[in-house]
């Protein structure tokens, strides 16, 4: 289980709209402290205005930070995380920090194919930075809507000009990219890919004939913990020798704590692998947009996942 990370206050210093619903924010310590370092590929969980713990890609450059720059798009169907931010999240305004973390690291490879969806840009764009600065190969492709709704488009255009492929389909699904070409064959490189629910489904399904651990995916989207058709189940606490009933509508997270059994968490919607558990026994349901297939026979997330058959025994 993960332990608890730094909180560190950051204060809005800088705000720049990108697109009409995609907003930049610099953020800089509020205390004189030296800011951690950070790979590309990392994020920071940040307690929204509303309350709302939200993760967010750093764009900036982590080798020496004196800020982090994050970009946060306004989400119709907001929960109040992205809304808030958007609304409240002012120049001057302070707001909490977990220090950066990573779960989308680049690894080393002859060469690297980059694919963005979106607002899943930012961990790419970084990505991109990073690989440019090294002297590596890599490919971008970039997708979006429209020009209109690209976040940096002229920068990404300026700084990897015939690297990068931008692609906009106008909101037709007849005019998504194609990208069997680059999957075909499986190549000597690494895939990594960020971006909205249909693009991420895609990848995986032209990719499965690629070596495991080759293509890699970051999504901070929602997913449902709990579903009509969901069945109570029972979860035993190994390493405390007490078994808990999970209600249809509670999730395995919610029930410990309705037991009064404490553990530590932060996105609660399966994105943030805070709450990572080792799975002893039991058939699971994964709802997660976090663990790689090889995990998930020893891994469970417990804010969103919970029996698919019978019951379970984890260890916290």
Not at 46 to 70: Q, W
Not at 160 to 182: I, P
Request: net charge negative.
């Amino acid at each position: 289980m993960s332990t608890e990370l730094e909180s560190i206050k950051m204060r809005v210093e800088a705000r720049r709209q990108l697109t009409p619903y995609i907003c930049e924010f610099t953020l800089s310590p509020v205390d004189e402290i030296e800011l951690p370092a950070f790979a590309p590929g990392s994020h920071i969980t940040v307690e929204t205005p509303s309350g709302a713990m939200r993760r967010y890609s750093l764009v900036n450059d982590g080798e020496f930070p004196e800020t982090y720059v994050i970009a946060v798009k306004r989400e119709p169907e907001s929960r109040g995380g992205s809304s808030s931010m958007h609304e409240s999240a002012t120049e001057g305004s302070e707001i909490t920090i977990q220090a950066p973390e990573n779960s989308f690291a680049l690894k080393n490879a002859p060469k690297y194919l980059l694919i963005a969806g979106g607002i899943g840009v930012t961990p790419i764009y970084a990505m991109a930075n990073h690989l440019s600065a090294q002297g590596k190969p890599f490919e971008m492709i970039y997708c979006t809507r429209s020009a209109e709704e690209t976040a940096y488009l002229d920068d990404i255009k300026n700084a990897f000009g015939s690297r990068v492929k931008f692609h906009h389909d106008n909101g037709d699904l007849n005019q998504v990219y194609d990208f069997w070409d680059h999957f075909e064959e499986p190549g000597a490189g690494h895939v990594y890919c960020c971006g909205p629910s249909p693009l991420m489904e895609e990848i995986k399904a032209i990719s499965g004939h690629w070596p495991e651990g080759r293509v890699h995916f970051e999504d901070f989207k929602a997913v449902d913990a709990v579903r009509e058709d969901d069945k109570p189940f029972e979860v035993k606490v190994a390493n405390l020798d007490t078994t808990i009933t999970v209600p249809a509508d509670r999730s395995v997270l919610e029930a410990l704590r309705d037991n009064g059994i404490k553990t530590v968490s932060s996105c609660e919607s399966g994105t943030c692998g805070t709450c990572r558990c080792k799975l002893i026994e039991g058939d699971v349901d994964h709802r997660d947009m976090v663990l790689m297939d090889e995990e998930k026979d020893s891994q469970i997330m417990i804010c969103v996942s919970r029996a698919r058959e019978g019951n379970l025994v984890i260890e916290l």
